[in-house]
């Protein structure tokens, strides 16, 4: 049921629809909407979301409203699942492609249940230092080199899971870098020390450093992901901000297709030739992502939050950041970036690794000094949505558009 009026050439469409039946055991349900016809003139939609709806319990909802599976109007997350009656999502967004369209669109919302991350407080690595590098995961990783406030670092230490342990210190101490790999297979490259911006790699089998190739370009502060057989290092600082991309073979570096937009301090995360860069420093934080397919980047989705000096972990597809001059995570499930669970202790300039849903992250810089502090993030898994007590959850959508 609906209610159309018109005025000065313009319609307004308002329709309701409802979540109300959750009795299947499913972490995601569906519900359409309306339909936009092609060349439909519609200049702009609201939604409204009543909600009666109780919370499931220690698990996060999200509800995405939009058309065609990709040009989503807006993502709502939210833990509990007790929003405010009568919430606004979007106030009158013109969608210019919807007018240009030559096939109809059916605008529908889609509810999912995820797993909630919550961030813990582990041992604390051996140094205190920021500006370093790591690989591995969240049960076996190796951090290296960094920034004490003194001095240039060459120091390893491994992290089997419970505790940290020196391992081989790199030839070269420097800062900036960036590093991938696992705790017995590792990669560290780029950076900068005394001598100024270097390019030189190193590789690190578990016990101790060795040579690698040479990257073409010396940076810092540059984004690296991979394996030590197969890498990317993109963006970084040569003397002024650079959009370079090289990728590693396991004994050489080859440019490849430059980023979009130039940028250093970034982070990301997947493989070599499947990667995403995040965020990072244009001149000033940067909410901007980009998606590398193995030779050119493509503009991917915007994180809710400007942010540099951070860290990533994950694929293309589900991806988490984290780290950075705030408490905050965000997540990606290949389509959108949510926020997520708050970590307990703000730092930038640390290393992180692990995968999306088991990360870490240790050392650093805060507001005070240099720090050694490790957390732990673990997400669990998404529950059913028949665990969702009685009630409902109505979309008030109301459009705009031309009529003659």
């Given at each position: 049921m609906g209610i159309?009026?018109?005025?000065?050439?313009?319609?307004?469409?308002?329709?309701?629809?409802s979540f109300s039946d959750f009795s299947a055991a499913a972490t995601s349900k569906s519900v359409d909407i309306i339909t936009l016809d092609p060349k439909s003139g519609v200049l702009s939609i609201e939604v409204v979301i009543e909600n009666t709806m109780g919370g499931l319990s220690g698990c996060d909802c999200i509800i995405n409203f939009g058309g065609d599976g990709t040009n989503f109007l807006e993502y709502i997350n939210t833990s509990s699942f007790n929003e405010d009656p009568n919430k606004t999502v979007r106030d009158f967004i013109t969608n210019p492609f919807l007018t240009d369209s030559t096939s109809s669109i059916i605008y529908s919302a889609d509810m999912q249940s995820q797993g909630i991350g919550v961030w813990a407080v582990t041992k604390s690595a051996r140094y205190t230092r920021d500006a370093l590098a790591g690989a591995g995961t969240q049960s076996s990783a190796v951090i290296f080199n960094g920034w004490?406030?003194?001095?240039?670092?060459?120091?390893?230490?491994?992290?089997?899971?419970?505790?940290?342990?020196?391992?081989?210190?790199?030839?070269?101490?420097?800062?900036?870098?960036?590093g991938c790999g696992t705790q017995t297979a590792a990669l560290a490259f780029g950076g900068y020390n005394s001598g100024g911006y270097r390019n030189e790699s190193e590789e690190y089998n578990g016990a101790s450093w060795s040579g690698g190739g040479n990257l073409n370009t010396a940076r810092l502060g540059?984004?690296?992901?991979?394996?030590?057989?197969s890498a990317l290092s993109f963006?970084?600082?040569?003397?002024s901000i650079s959009s370079v991309t090289e990728e590693y073979n396991g004994a050489s570096w080859i440019a490849s297709g430059g980023m979009n937009v130039a940028r250093y301090y970034l982070s990301g995360c997947g493989i070599q030739s499947a990667a995403m860069a995040t965020g990072g420093s244009t001149g000033s934080a940067s909410a901007s992502t980009e998606l590398y397919n193995g030779a050119t980047w493509s503009v991917g989705a915007t994180l809710n939050l400007a942010i540099s000096s951070h860290a990533g972990t994950g694929t293309v597809s589900a991806a988490l950041r984290f780290g950075g001059n705030?408490?905050?995570t965000e997540k990606f499930d290949g389509l959108t970036w949510i926020m997520g669970s708050d970590r307990n202790v703000s730092s930038w300039n640390a290393a992180g690794f692990g995968s999306n849903t088991?990360?870490?992250?240790?050392?650093?810089?805060?507001?005070?000094?240099?720090?050694n502090d490790s957390e732990q993030y673990n997400e669990g898994s998404a529950?059913?949505?028949?665990g969702?007590?009685?009630?409902?959850l109505t979309f008030k959508v109301k459009y705009i558009k031309y009529y003659s």
């Open positions: 159309t009026t018109y005025e000065n050439n313009v319609v307004t469409e308002e329709v309701t629809k004490d406030g003194s001095n240039y670092m060459n120091a390893s230490e491994e992290w089997d899971g419970t505790s940290w342990a020196d391992g081989g210190s790199t030839s070269a101490a420097k800062s900036q870098l960036a540059l984004g690296g992901v991979g394996t030590l057989s963006g970084g600082h040569t003397g705030t408490l905050t088991l990360a870490m992250i240790s050392s650093g810089y805060r507001s005070g000094g240099y720090i529950q059913n949505l028949n969702l007590t009685s009630g409902s």
